[in-house]
């Protein structure tokens, strides 16, 4: 009998069994008990009545699909005021909507590095922005985390053509946020650009909300551009690229993952814009996002866990090994709770953790029950 030409998908399980680092879906019921510090709804919108409403609406309105690309049949009037109020609200130029966020970035920097350019990529990066290094045509140079200085010397090598910079600007393992002034100030002094994904900044950091590119004081800059998904703070799905106006066309012209994918559903980019508005009118949502992120650290480390001080609404506790971390996450599950679980390869470090995300819709007292919970299963 012919060797399957799938047996080494079969011997890679049986590694992954080993090393105890399989993944396995749950499907999660609509009505779960469970107090849910895994998603990523910091603040709490994915099911406020105004958003679901708006999906529901769109849906009625546009249809259940964009029904093609956005250059072909896919571009709605929604899908252009949501671009409008979110270009307004982060102060940058001005926007474009994706299927995904994943999509964002791909687009974002495989359209800004052609032949002949250097990216220099945090090791702290997303996946979505290491995977856009590996599609995009110029040259990438990974650098230490979080240090302007390496990202000066890489740029300091490159002599002639485009040179972008990417970096998260809050990083999702542990929740650290970036040195954006000392990234800013050494793309500036070789006449780099900076390509900021915040993922998970918008809606947490910055006036209300507005985002780290805001909080930095380089919104509108026009040597930056920043990606946000939809899908965190909104409540829905999506991505965007924000930044001048002349980029974003170019990106309409260039960008791969926005000329040969299907629109982003009119659901979605309504459930967006109704939380973007919402946002405007509740500021104080991002302000209570980061202060529920900042009781989790300092509760679980007065009990003795090792926690990484959180800059946005992503908390990080770490655990002795993979098999651990499963088994923690797991008896937490148990006891009612619902954790992030990550372990290698998803971490670039090689340390698993749990990974706690802050909502702005936490009470006091749940937020005493998850830190009661977690320390009660770690012991």
């Known amino acids: 009998m012919a060797r399957s030409p799938f047996e080494w998908?079969?011997?890679?399980?049986?590694?992954?069994?080993?090393a105890g680092l399989v993944r396995t879906l749950r499907p999660r019921p609509a009505d779960s008990a469970l107090l849910d510090l895994a998603g990523n709804d910091y603040l709490g919108l994915a099911r406020h009545p105004e958003v679901t409403e708006a999906a529901a609406r769109a849906a009625r309105t546009w249809g259940g699909g964009a029904t093609g690309s956005r250059l072909v049949s896919g571009s709605t009037e929604l899908h252009a005021e949501l671009e409008r109020e979110l270009a307004g609200f982060c102060g940058f130029e001005s926007a474009l909507v994706f299927s995904s966020g994943y999509a964002a970035n791909l687009a974002a920097v495989t359209a800004l590095a052609p032949h002949g350019s250097l990216?220099?990529?945090?090791a702290g990066n997303h996946a979505s922005l290491i995977?856009?290094?590996?599609?995009?045509?110029?040259?990438?140079?990974?650098?230490?985390h979080a240090d302007p200085e390496a990202v000066r010397k890489a740029l300091d090598t490159h002599a002639a053509g485009p040179a972008i910079v990417v970096s998260d600007t809050v990083f999702s393992v542990d929740g650290d946020a970036a040195p954006l002034a000392g990234l800013a100030a050494a793309c500036r002094a070789s006449g780099a650009a900076l390509v900021m994904d915040d993922a998970h900044g918008l809606g947490v950091l910055g006036d209300g909300g507005r985002g780290a590119a805001w909080a930095a004081g380089l919104a509108g800059a026009p040597d930056v551009v920043t990606t946000v998904t939809l899908s965190k703070s909104l409540g829905s799905q999506g991505g965007a690229v924000l930044g001048p106006a002349h980029v974003i066309d170019h990106l309409v012209n260039a960008a791969r993952t926005f000329i040969f994918d299907t629109g982003l559903?009119?659901?979605?980019?309504?459930?967006a814009l109704a939380a973007l508005r919402l946002l405007g009118r509740e500021p104080e949502r991002?302000?209570?996002?980061?202060?529920?992120a900042t009781a989790l650290y300092e509760r679980l480390t007065a009990e003795g866990l090792e926690a990484v001080r959180p800059d946005a609404a992503v908390v990080s506790v770490r655990a002795p090994s993979p098999e651990q971390a499963v088994r923690w996450a797991a008896d937490c599950r148990a006891a009612g709770l619902a954790v992030g679980c990550f372990r290698p390869p998803s971490v670039p470090d090689g340390i698993s953790r749990l990974r706690l995300t802050a909502r702005a819709d936490l009470t006091d007292g749940q937020v005493d029950r998850a830190v009661r919970v977690i320390s009660e299963a770690r012991r």
């Not at 998908?9 to 080993?18: F, K, L, T, Y």
């Not at 995977?131 to 230490?144: E, H, I, K, M, S």
């Open 9 to 18: 998908i079969d011997e890679q399980a049986r590694a992954r069994h080993r």
């Open 119 to 122: 990216i220099v990529s945090d």
């Open 131 to 144: 995977d856009g290094c590996r599609l995009a045509r110029g040259t990438t140079q990974v650098v230490a």
């Open 265 to 271: 559903a009119p659901a979605a980019a309504g459930a």
């Open 286 to 292: 991002a302000a209570r996002a980061r202060g529920v």
